[in-house]
């Protein structure tokens, strides 16, 4: 247990995903309260720690969120953080081969639902003790890979986003982004609640081209991201607000 974390109501929205599932241990040995938020069949698989409350909901349907939000708002008066684990990437295509329906699955449930999600932890989070969000992006956003044009776009419009969260939320919530590489989950195979999971599939990039262009050599774990989401929630980062935080082994400097 660490007394600077006893009690602390998180959300975790994406929290059966790889990250998620590592964030939510490392929340609850520190004596934090996290709730996990995510698609019911993420839930029937995956589960959550004991003594873990777990809400379904579909990130990419503003309705689905706000009833979420509601049933967190029966178990807290108010949340001091929110992590938006939410994203997911589909096959790669050029921009022209691209449908209207792919373009808009994907923005809608990168961006459109992490603008749903915030804009219904607001007020709770307002309410909270040193409250802070911690958006996820992707390195992606700010070098966009043929292929992932949707995605890409998307993750940048999350970056924009967190820095609007950071200036309307002032004094009182701070708003940040962890934007992390390829990490070493079920998202490389097309992700924990849509089709995808920890079952043999190939990843959807060769790997060891990607490796080749990474200086510390390696995928991120879980755990490589978990750490820097960590401080990002905590008064560590209490002077920390709009900025982006790349896990990436150096595969971008900025």
């Not at 790889?18 to 698609?39: C, N, Q, S």
């Not at 804009?119 to 070098?143: C, D, F």
Request: charged share 20%.
């Amino acid at each position: 247990m660490d007394e600077a974390w006893v009690g602390r109501r998180i959300v975790v929205a994406g929290g059966c995903g790889g990250i998620g599932r590592a964030l939510v241990k490392a929340l609850v040995d520190r004596g934090a309260v996290p709730v996990v938020l995510d698609l019911a069949d993420s839930i029937a698989r995956h589960g959550a720690p004991e003594g873990v409350g777990t809400i379904a909901f579909d990130a990419s349907d503003p309705q689905s969120v706000n009833a979420a939000f509601a049933s967190v708002a029966e178990r807290f008066a108010a949340l001091d953080g929110l992590v938006n684990l939410v994203g997911f990437a589909r096959e790669r295509r050029p921009i022209a081969e691209i449908s209207d329906e792919l373009w808009r699955e994907v923005v809608d449930g990168n961006l459109h639902s992490a603008f749903s999600i915030a804009r219904a932890a607001m007020p709770l989070l307002q309410r909270g003790n040193a409250p802070a969000i911690v958006n996820t992006s992707s390195g992606l956003a700010l070098k966009p890979t043929p292929g992932y044009g949707p995605y890409s776009v998307s993750k940048a419009g999350v970056l924009a986003l967190t820095r609007l969260l950071a200036q309307e939320g002032a004094p009182v919530v701070r708003a940040n982004a962890v934007a992390p590489s390829a990490v070493d989950t079920a998202f490389l195979r097309g992700g924990t609640g849509r089709g995808g999971d920890d079952d043999g599939k190939a990843a959807r990039l060769d790997l060891d081209a990607y490796l080749k262009t990474v200086p510390l050599g390696r995928l991120a774990t879980a755990e490589d991201v978990v750490g820097p989401i960590l401080f990002l929630l905590s008064n560590a980062s209490a002077y920390v607000t709009g900025q982006t935080l790349h896990v990436n082994g150096g595969l971008l400097m900025v």
